[in-house]
């Protein structure tokens, strides 16, 4: 595969690091997308019409008519963990193998949402904004938050984020409670200083809720009206999975009437591509709450050398794919297909 008009050609809807683009240009025509923006789909669907490979990002959709449309797509490489707004049984049907990167994103989101619980109760961004007005002239009694010492944390879902989080709040003196299908070994429990419960008393008992479940049909809303009235009054909600797990409008309504003193997000209904029905902004006034909120922009796995690594293993399936290999991880197995 020497010859550049014989390589396969790849298709990278968004940015990457150089070093991703220099290991696919080994064995590959790589068009990438040089800019930090999302390609409109019809210009995504013009690069890919001739494209062996395509690595997508969580703003990308892959379905049957774009599958039809890129008759050539040997593997569909994705950089991310969450798959939702993906057909994989189209991929399967198409013969298109269809991988993810299983296991990079997991502690940069926990620390993230710890950053998030932090920020929220302490009220850092209020503290950071008045700094800045000029206004501060040295210490007064004022912006006081909450402490999480002594208090108690709900993890809703005990996966490898949640997991994640648990152990890195081993040191706060936290009683911290997780209800999830499956319980976690003793040990785990006992080193992590864990209670399994049932969810209701996760949320009638902690001042702090993180859900941390992936996107299905039975976590859409999971935090709605009635959830989150079971939750203490006064307490806080923390969301870093994904943003459809909590009806925001709800949220807006809890923070109005004081049942929750607090939100904070990484994630946002709005982001949810695979929804008909889902809200195309993030709801004005859970924007206009400055008091009780505290948001980030979708960067649970931005850390430098993480969003590298992830692309590289995305590029690697890709790579195997290409040369006649199954992809490390591959959700699906054409092989299956081609034998029956």
């Not at 150089?18 to 080994?26: A, C, M, P, R, Y």
């Not at 990484?266 to 008091?291: C, H, K, S, T, Y």
Request: aromatic letters at 6%; glycine letters at 6%; a negative charge.
């Amino acid at each position: 595969m020497n010859d550049a008009t014989t390589k396969p050609r790849v298709v990278i809807t968004h940015w990457v690091h150089s070093e991703v683009i220099d290991f696919l240009s080994e064995s590959c025509v790589v068009i990438p997308n040089l800019s930090k923006e999302t390609l409109p789909k019809d210009e995504v669907l013009r690069r890919s019409r001739d494209a062996d490979a395509i690595m997508v990002f969580m703003p990308d959709r892959v379905d049957e008519d774009f599958l039809g449309y890129c008759p050539k797509l040997r593997i569909v490489g994705a950089a991310l963990k969450g798959y939702d707004n993906f057909d994989v049984d189209a991929c399967t049907r198409h013969g298109v193998w269809f991988s993810i990167v299983p296991d990079l994103l997991t502690v940069p989101t926990a620390e993230l949402t710890i950053g998030l619980l932090l920020g929220l109760t302490r009220r850092m961004l209020e503290g950071d904004s008045f700094v800045r007005s000029g206004q501060f002239k040295g210490w007064r009694p004022a912006l006081y938050g909450t402490g999480m010492s002594g208090r108690t944390l709900g993890i809703i879902g005990m996966g490898a984020v949640g997991q994640a989080i648990a152990r890195r709040l081993v040191g706060y003196e936290l009683r911290v409670i997780y209800c999830d299908p499956l319980p976690l070994a003793p040990e785990l429990e006992r080193d992590w200083k864990l209670a399994r419960v049932s969810q209701d008393a996760l949320l009638s008992q902690s001042d702090f809720v993180i859900p941390m479940v992936p996107m299905m049909e039975q976590t859409v809303h999971l935090m709605n009206a009635q959830t989150i009235a079971k939750m203490k009054r006064g307490s806080f909600l923390v969301n870093a999975c994904r943003g459809s797990v909590v009806d925001e409008q709800s949220v807006v309504a809890a923070l109005a009437c004081g049942q929750l003193a607090g939100y904070a997000a990484d994630v946002f209904e709005m982001e949810e591509w695979a929804r008909a029905d889902r809200p195309r902004d993030i709801p004005q006034d859970l924007l206009a709450n400055r008091e009780k909120t505290f948001f980030s922009p979708h960067i649970g796995s931005a850390v430098d050398e993480v969003r590298c690594k992830i692309a590289l293993k995305a590029a690697q399936n890709i790579v195997q794919a290409l040369q006649g290999s199954k992809p490390a991880d591959a959700l699906n197995d054409i092989n299956e297909v081609r034998d029956a």
